[in-house]
Each structure stands twice: as structure tokens, then as C-alpha cells.
């Protein structure tokens, strides 16, 4: 499966961004899916997943509160609803997926996006 992250940028301290993450190649809803970042310097970490079926999430206790993931898989895409964000959310964004629901283990996701910048000022 191909995956394509967008909706990055450049935000002030407080603001959103809602990231997409566009499925292609495999049929998208027999995965579950995850986002992960990666700060310069810093090891790639988890941040949100989400199960086939959308009635399972699961969060990092660092954007809990402030993150919602979510999919379509009728679009083959999934979501990522960031709000009040923080300079340390700075980071490269990566979606993912994987035949497990809910891994936080970078190394359990065989299909990864390229990555989208998120860039946030305070």
C-alpha cells in the first residue's frame, strides 16, 4: 500500500492543523493505521493509531487531549485533527499501517508515508 501525508505547515502556538494521510494499492481498510513523529536530532515516536474499524484509538499521553485520529475508509484516508499545539509538537509527521491494532512500535508498521512537516511557533 502507497500513503501519502499532507496538510502540514506552519502554525502559531494554540493553533490546528488537521493532517490527511491518502491510501493507494492495497485495500486500505484491512489495516490498521498509525502517526508517528520525528523532531530533528529525535528517534521517530508514536502518536496516535487507530484500528480497522475506527471503534478503537490510542494516543500518546503527550498529545492526549489536544490529538484526534480518525479514517475514512470509503476515501482510503485517514486523519489527524491537531490542536493546541505546542513548539515541541514540531516535527515531521508519518503515517503508517500495520496488521496490529494500537502498536506504538515503529518497527510493526511495514507501510510508511513520506512525511509531512509540522512547523509550530511560539
Known amino acids: 500500500v502507497q500513503l501519502q501525508a499532507s496538510g502540514g505547515g506552519l502554525v502559531q502556538a494554540g493553533g490546528s492543523l488537521r493532517l490527511s494521510c491518502a491510501a493507494s494499492?492495497?485495500?486500505?481498510?484491512?489495516?490498521?493505521m498509525g502517526w508517528f513523529r520525528q523532531a530533528p536530532g529525535k528517534e521517530r515516536v508514536f502518536v496516535a493509531a487507530?484500528?480497522?474499524?475506527?471503534?478503537?484509538?490510542y494516543y500518546a499521553d503527550s498529545v492526549k487531549g489536544r490529538f484526534i485520529i480518525s479514517r475514512d475508509n470509503a476515501k482510503n484516508t485517514a486523519y489527524l485533527q491537531t490542536n493546541s499545539l505546542k513548539a515541541e509538537d514540531t516535527a515531521n509527521y508519518y503515517c503508517a499501517v500495520s496488521y496490529i491494532s494500537g502498536s506504538w512500535d515503529p518497527g510493526t508498521y511495514p507501510y510508511w508515508g513520506q512525511g509531512t512537516q509540522v512547523t509550530v511557533s511560539s
Open positions: 487507530i484500528n480497522k474499524n475506527s471503534d478503537l484509538t
Open positions: 494499492g492495497r485495500t486500505f481498510s484491512n489495516y490498521a
